[in-house]
């Protein structure tokens, strides 16, 4: 990941494979697609993240896609706990996250999962099967976390 003023637009892949980098929305989205859920790639993707986190100004939006529609790419204990980390580690950035799942009973426990994860004004999340949905509610402002089924 690059810091806002340099970052190219497209995809890359990082983590040997574990997911793939992308910028969507001119820019304003940063997309992580997961290939898997593993320790090491959510460990990496977190670091990731907390870098690009200490690039945004105070006060500044920041929009985040995560990708969860591959087999391997399941939702976690440990991975809600990072997720939930980095839904701290700013809370002076308006995060704004969304989660597209693979499937109906994906989307479900990702919504039973992820009561809780973003905490404070600060934070708004929504989760859903469909990408252009996900990619519409960030950028719409909407604070109610949507979801799609």
């Not at 320790?39 to 500044?60: F, I, M, Q, Y």
């Not at 969860?68 to 980390?85: D, H, K, S, Y």
Request: proline fraction near 4%; charged fraction near 20%; glycine fraction near 6%.
């Amino acid at each position: 990941m690059q810091p806002p003023a340099t970052r190219s637009a497209g995809s890359r892949q990082t983590c040997e494979s574990c997911f793939t980098v992308d910028w969507l929305a001119d820019n304003r989205i940063l997309c992580l697609r997961f290939a898997n859920t593993s320790r090491a790639a959510v460990d990496r993707a977190a670091a990731d993240l907390k870098r690009e986190l200490d690039c945004v100004p105070e006060g500044a939006s920041f929009y985040l896609l995560l990708d969860l529609r591959q087999p391997n790419a399941v939702i976690t204990p440990f991975g809600l706990r990072r997720i939930r980390e980095i839904a701290r580690y700013r809370p002076d950035v308006q995060l704004r996250l969304a989660v597209v799942t693979m499937d109906q009973l994906s989307l479900e426990i990702a919504k039973l999962s992820g009561r809780g994860t973003c905490l404070g004004d600060h934070c708004s999340h929504y989760v859903g099967v469909q990408e252009a949905q996900a990619v519409a509610w960030l950028l719409s402002g909407d604070t109610i976390a949507l979801s799609s089924s």
